[in-house]
């Protein structure tokens, strides 16, 4: 349902969602982790983060009866393989946008 709330994202053939919680009840955290694939020859990128925003959206909304002052925080792309910028991961080396 990306297309349908992100302008200019186009609809696509998703071949594999994964979704993964770790809780940390110590901390009262919920991280999540969301592995998209489409054997299409463009990214899914905004697909999981937006599986991974509804997902905490709806954690949100199932505990605010408990705790309104909760706050998501740090969503990001973590990696992303394929497609015409190849292989990518947070925080490894910057590639260079201007090559000689």
Known sequence: K?????PLCHPLPLTRVAVDF???RAR?????EVTA????????EMEALTAASVGLLTIYDMCKAVDRGMSIVEVCL???RGGKSG???????KEDSNPE
């Open 78 to 80: 973590l990696e992303k």
């Open 22 to 24: 770790a809780i940390d």
């Open 37 to 44: 694939e489409t054997v299409g020859r463009t990214g899914v």
């Open 28 to 32: 009262a955290e919920v991280a999540i």
């Open 87 to 93: 292989h990518w991961v947070a925080g490894g080396p």
């Open 2 to 6: 990306s297309s349908d709330l992100i």
